[in-house]
């Protein structure tokens, strides 16, 4: 069993930076792919970023890829999403999913384990 819990959310201005972390309670953190997904008012949830457990090998939505970086500390059992240059349309809430034993996959599908979500604002 893997609980996840997402902090760093908030406003900013188009053009900054925000650093989400996602905490992990769990043994099996380090076999873990990781993915950040997010989901805009009226819109689908979407891929965002993934890391694997091992590697590791990251993978972007091609709308972050160059602005956002994920990774993670096993030992902290935490992982990150480095979001630069941001702009009004990343505005979503955000969450972290945990997938056990297996490699990161862009969907939602496969993924165990989800956080609640943190709000990220990007005003203009």
């Known amino acids: 069993q893997v609980q996840l819990v997402e902090s760093g959310g908030g406003l900013v201005q188009a053009g900054g930076s925000l650093r989400l972390s996602c905490a992990a309670s769990g043994r099996t953190f380090s076999r873990c792919a990781m993915g950040w997904f997010r989901q805009a008012p009226g819109k689908e949830r979407e891929f965002v970023a993934a890391?694997?457990?091992?590697?590791?090998?990251?993978y972007y939505a091609d709308s972050v890829k160059g602005r956002f970086t994920i990774s993670r500390d096993n030992a902290k059992n935490t992982v990150y999403l480095q979001m630069n240059s941001l702009k009004p349309e990343d505005t979503a809430v955000y969450y972290c999913?945990?997938?056990?034993?297996?490699?990161?996959?862009?969907?939602?599908?496969?993924?165990?384990?989800w956080g609640q979500g943190t709000q990220v604002t990007v005003s203009s």
């Open positions: 999913a945990a997938k056990e034993g297996a490699p990161p996959t862009t969907t939602m599908r496969g993924y165990d384990y």
């Open positions: 890391i694997s457990w091992i590697g590791p090998n990251t």
